[in-house]
């Protein structure tokens, strides 16, 4: 059997519209999340990886069915809620996760349904997306986990993490199954988790629109400046978002506010089977890393495009990054990296730049 291009339409009888539409009800019930798996984490066998799922499943909603995704441990008495769509933040037939605007039936306040489904990915495909869509869904809801604990008197850098990580995160509301259908009506579960919905645009969708002038080159800097050190404290705390772009960072240039979203694959630092591990016998470091030794002064392409023009240069860049941070005391001490790698590059960088004006 011969896949066809990826995004071409494959016929499946079995599989219903998309069911992510403003006034549906889903009705879900609690659970525990499986431990993560995957490539960031040691266990690679919790669960078959599927190469082609095509070339040996004839539809997408036959390969679903029988991949359905990992228990976790079951929890007494679970929660059951009914939640109704309000609207689409980010829904599809053909994408990855699904994001709709919600609340519950009974009222109360809205938020956010981030659904794992592996059925409205893009099909066809060489990879498996029910594998995706798991290992996506246990990684971000542990991360989720963790951050609700950084509040907890025991948790690693208490309190110092939970003051310059507040509000930088969205609020978790837990993680949940719905049970859905295919069109013979054989039952399905697909994992969601519920979080806080923020009604500001994440930093890519700026940029893309061309607003980013519309906001003050300094409040840009200090939005900008939030961001790098959200990253630092969340290392420092043992999680590596692993997808810094400006897509998974939402600001609120008004009140100054800058969340980080996106976890789904996420590094985390010392959990039982994480790739990231620090030796038994090295002490977690007192600080975290600077910004300078983390960047090199630098930022990605599309942050660039959030920078005001005078701070592009190379020296711009240095000169703003040490007055911001070159003698912080809430971060490390420079040290190997930046000296032997990252300084003589941009020493490099500037020295060009001087040659060429």
Not at 27 to 45: A, M
Not at 74 to 98: F, H, M, W, Y
């Amino acid at each position: 059997m011969d896949l066809p291009p990826p995004g071409s339409p494959v016929e499946d009888d079995l599989k219903p519209d998309l069911p992510y539409v403003v006034g549906a009800r889903l009705k879900i019930q609690q659970c525990q999340p499986h431990r993560p798996f995957g490539i960031s984490f040691q266990d690679q066998t919790s669960r078959t990886y599927h190469w082609n799922p095509m070339l040996k499943w004839e539809t997408a909603s036959e390969f679903c069915v029988q991949n359905p995704p990992l228990e976790g441990q079951p929890i007494a008495n679970p929660e059951k809620r009914t939640i109704v769509i309000d609207s689409k933040l980010a829904c599809g037939d053909g994408r990855g996760s699904q994001l709709v605007k919600c609340r519950d039936e009974d009222g109360g306040a809205s938020f956010v349904a981030k659904i794992y489904d592996p059925l409205y990915h893009l099909w066809p495909s060489n990879l498996d997306p029910t594998h995706e869509a798991d290992e996506h869904f246990t990684t971000e809801a542990t991360v989720y986990m963790m951050l609700q604990d950084m509040h907890k008197a025991n948790t690693f850098g208490y309190p110092r993490v939970r003051d310059h990580l507040k509000g930088s995160t969205p609020q978790y509301y837990g993680s949940y199954t719905w049970q859905t259908q295919l069109l013979d009506g054989r039952r399905r579960d697909v994992r969601l988790i519920l979080m806080e919905y923020l009604p500001f645009p994440n930093m890519w969708a700026i940029i893309k629109k061309n607003k980013v002038e519309n906001i003050p080159a300094e409040i840009r800097m200090q939005l900008l400046k939030r961001v790098l050190e959200i990253d630092s404290w969340l290392i420092y705390y043992g999680i590596d978002q692993n997808d810094f772009a400006a897509r998974n960072i939402l600001v609120d240039p008004d009140q100054g506010r800058v969340v980080f979203v996106d976890f789904g694959i996420a590094m985390i630092r010392n959990l039982y089977n994480s790739e990231w591990a620090t030796p038994r016998d090295k002490p977690l470091p007192a600080l975290p890393i600077s910004p300078i030794e983390r960047w090199g002064c630098k930022w990605g392409d599309e942050m660039g495009s959030w920078v005001p023009k005078e701070y592009r240069t190379a020296r711009a860049r240095y000169d703003w990054f040490m007055k911001v941070w070159g003698q912080s005391k809430e971060f490390r001490p420079l040290g190997v990296i930046w000296l032997k790698h990252h300084k003589p590059n941009l020493q490099k960088a500037i020295a060009r730049e001087e040659m060429e004006e």
